[in-house]
């Protein structure tokens, strides 16, 4: 089974130079609040990467995933200059709502919880 631990390095590198690049380097005013680039994924032949983007706050998160799609070039391009990659990967963002996803099961399970000791009393 081959080994995609070079990928896997790649991909962690993209996801922190891509943070490092949204935060110091972008100036656009929709990208604001609080986010957290949480994973990058390359594909193996490294040509493309999935950059998941968690923004805790709802009503920001339309327009930052649309200024970051708008940015992707500059990010891409700043990226080369960062990394020594014979082909800098085009980036793809897309919404990482697992936080969010994680609280309402949190809530359901409370919630049941709390229904399963009222009937138990």
Do not use: W
């Not at 970051?68 to 085009?90: D, W």
């Not at 936080?99 to 919630?111: C, D, F, G, T, V």
């Amino acid at each position: 089974m081959p080994s995609f631990e070079r990928t896997d390095r790649i991909s962690e590198e993209i996801r922190r130079e891509v943070d490092k690049i949204i935060r110091e380097d972008v100036r656009d005013p929709r990208i604001a609040g609080t986010y957290s680039i949480v994973r990058a994924e390359a594909t193996r032949d490294l040509r493309y990467c999935k950059v998941r983007v968690s923004i805790l706050e709802s009503e920001l998160r339309a327009p930052m995933m649309e200024a970051l799609k708008k940015a992707s070039g500059f990010i891409r391009r700043e990226l080369s200059h960062r990394m020594m990659l014979r082909y800098t990967p085009e980036l793809i963002f897309e919404l990482d709502t697992n936080i969010e996803y994680a609280a309402h099961i949190n809530e359901i399970l409370k919630q049941t919880e709390a229904a399963h000791e009222d009937s138990g009393n």
